[in-house]
């Protein structure tokens, strides 16, 4: 099949250099020329495990290039739109300008066999929209939505190896058995292995992905309201997140407590949801996720009291530690972070704050002026009032406590993500508290 992908950013490039991996002929389009010209060479503009590799060995096969004239799409038959939707700056709601400009950019080049294709996450009715846009403009390519489900670290594993497929067909009967015809050679190798696949319509396709992810987020923030009730009472979240988890109906993953959830999707997706429900007329029923985003929230600013508090009361003039930046680890990705927001806050507040992140240093560095960056957690806790693990790198949940002892000026950890085992850190001298955790 002959692909091109519209947006070469996380979601695109992945998808570009992974389709092509599976044998498929792929362009990738982007507006921005540097980030074209990179990936060409074969740079990765992002930090993503496995990336470079693959996008290395797809563009020595010859089946992958990127290039930013859309006129180039005319001789590819399935067009992906892979742009971003963020959340807009003065609502809640997605961002379509992209998705939009996506299309348009399409539109004269779009051949008689063409077949459009959605993966960007949209509120509920855009895949409607878009496909009377491609009327409006004179197009009769067939649309379908076929969302994605990859997190950051694991995108390569997540795209080559999905959990499920899922296609959102249009209505019309002869539009949706091109659609098909086109995603069904697409996906041939993943539904050969028998990856399971799920269709319907444009509604419910879009529904997917947003419910998912709202699944997730209510999952993290109910464990995290467990461990702030925990904290009234001397349980411990850790262990109650163990016995729920074994109940096969509720599962283990995504039951670890801390500073909650950040990053590119979940914030924004749950906002977006609960906006459209506004749109549709059905606020009440996504009332719960207001009370997801409080939660996570919550968690974050409990932090930095926590650490007032630690501090004695005030933090003019103390030096505080920050292991991790990034919202999550194997990741250089601070959108959204709940540790930079506790890092900023803590700094704002008068505090000399020292972050380390084993990947986002430089962007740190670039986006918050105000904070100072050191290389490693032992240069980052010389000579601190308070050292906090906000970010679960592999490197700090492996911190030698005695080593640590020796270089910071007060022996207080606060675990933001419960990762280190109180026992030990307490048995080298350290104040240790975490989150939900006697
Ligand atoms: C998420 C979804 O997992 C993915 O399917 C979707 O396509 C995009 O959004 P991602 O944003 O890469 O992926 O991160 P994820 O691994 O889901 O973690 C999200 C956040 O939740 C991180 O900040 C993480 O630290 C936090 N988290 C996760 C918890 O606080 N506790 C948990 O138990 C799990």
Known sequence: MRITTVGCGYLGAVYAASMASIGHEVLGLDVDQRKIDGLNEGIAP??????????????????????????????????????????????????????????????????????????????????????????????????AWNPEFLREGFAVKDTLHPDRIVYGLPEDPAEAARAREVLDEMYAPMLEVETPLVIGNYATAELVKVSANSFLATKISFINAVAEVCEATGADVSVIAEAIGLDDRIGPKFLRAGIGFGGGCLPKDIRAFMARAGE???????????????????????????????????????????????????????????????????????????????????????????????????????????????????????????????????????????????????????????????
């Not at 930090?47 to 996008?55: I, N, Q, T, Y």
């Not at 904070?371 to 009032?385: P, Q």
Request: aromatic residues 6%.
């Open 46 to 143: 992002f930090h993503e495990p496995g990336f470079e590799k693959v996008l290395a060995e797809a563009l020595a096969s010859g089946r992958l290039r990127f290039s930013t004239d859309y006129s180039d799409a005319a001789d590819y038959t399935a067009h992906v739109i892979c742009v971003g939707t963020p959340q807009q700056i003065d609502g809640a709601g997605a961002d379509l300008t992209y998705v939009h400009a996506a299309v348009d950019s399409l539109l004269p080049h779009l051949s008689d066999t063409a077949v459009v294709l959605g993966r960007s996450t949209v509120p509920v009715g855009t895949a409607a929209s878009l496909r009377e846009r491609l009327r409006a403009g004179g197009s009769n390519a067939p649309l």
């Open 280 to 438: 549709l007329g059905v606020t009440e029923a996504l009332g719960f996720l207001r009370e997801v985003d409080h939660v996570n929230n919550r968690r974050r600013d409990h932090v930095v009291n926590m650490a007032r508090k630690a501090l004695g009361g005030s933090f003019t003039g103390k030096r505080v530690a920050v292991l991790g930046a990034a919202f999550k680890p194997d990741s250089d990705d601070t959108r959204q972070s709940p540790a930079l927001y506790i890092a900023s806050k803590i700094s704002g507040r008068g505090a000399d704050v020292v972050v380390t992140d084993p990947a986002a240093n430089e962007r740190v560095h670039a986006e918050r002026p105000n904070l100072a960056i050191a290389e490693d957690a032992y240069a980052a806790a010389k000579d601190a009032d308070l050292v906090l693990l906000l970010t679960e790198w592999t490197q700090f949940k492996e911190l030698d406590p005695v080593a640590l002892k020796e270089v910071v000026g007060t022996a207080h950890m606060i675990d933001g993500r419960n990762v280190l085992d109180p026992q030990q850190w307490r048995d080298a001298g350290w104040t240790y508290q975490s989150l939900g955790r006697p």
